[in-house]
């Protein structure tokens, strides 16, 4: 099956400062996804980002299909923002969805 | 509007014990999935559904089983539980995409904390 490689898996920020993390992936995906899981366990949407550039606030993500990876960008991070960034992919048969081990998150103020 | 709601949110269960946990979204999407997720690691599919009345296995489905009699309710079963299924266990759903595989984003419940002694 397809493979999902996440990094870096651990990241220490001092808050305010940028970062990207990363998502490579081994085959052709029909979709992607990421997720933040906070503290308490919850997994919230970021983006749904098959290919192409999205923006929410101080997030962005980038998917270059072609070359098979996704990025997500975080700006003047808060502490709000510590917790682990998964991303998913969906790719050949219907839903069979692939989480990455994902990258914990460590935002100090 | 409740989106994903799982039913319990922890328990506690005895080696060779049975119980079902309930997934229900109120957003009428088509597709619902079970996932679990170990210490440390992403999650893993377990079984999903396209539409009412159809089940699928995913990436682990061994030792569940799951049915879709309704569309707003998902259920997983584990009917002899081990203590490898000790885990925490989330349930999404989404809508069906207007392109083949061209899914809508997966909305998740808050997950369900299962302890297998």
């Known amino acids: 099956g397809i493979q999902v490689e996440q990094s870096p898996p651990d990241l220490i920020l001092q808050e305010g400062a940028n970062s990207t993390l990363r998502c490579n992936f081994s085959?052709?995906?029909?979709?992607l996804q990421w997720f933040h899981q906070n503290p308490w366990g919850q997994l919230i949407n970021l983006f749904y980002?098959?290919?192409g550039t999205k923006q929410n606030g101080r997030l962005s993500a980038t998917t270059v299909a072609t070359e098979r990876y996704s990025l997500l960008y975080i700006s003047s991070s808060q502490t709000t923002d510590s917790g682990v960034y998964f991303c998913a992919v969906v790719a050949g048969g219907y839903q069979k969805v692939t989480f990455g081990t994902g990258t914990k998150l460590q935002v100090i103020p | 509007n409740a989106g994903v709601t799982q039913t319990p949110k922890f328990r506690v269960l005895k080696t060779g014990q049975s119980m079902t946990l309930l997934c229900a979204q109120d957003?009428?999407?088509?597709?619902m999935y079970w996932y679990r997720q170990d210490p440390g690691m992403g999650l893993r599919l377990i079984h999903y559904s396209v539409g009412e009345g159809t089940t699928a296995k995913g990436e682990v489905p061994d030792g569940y089983n799951v049915s879709r009699l309704k569309k707003q309710n998902f259920l997983l079963g584990l009917e002899s539980a081990a203590p490898s299924q000790t885990s925490v266990y989330f349930c999404?759903?989404?809508?069906?995409?207007?392109?083949?595989?061209?899914?809508?984003?997966?909305?998740f419940g808050d997950g369900t904390r299962l302890s297998i002694l």
């Open positions: 999404a759903s989404s809508y069906r995409g207007t392109m083949d595989y061209s899914n809508q984003p997966q909305h």
């Open positions: 085959d052709s995906v029909n979709n």
């Open positions: 957003m009428n999407h088509e597709y």
């Open positions: 980002i098959p290919s």
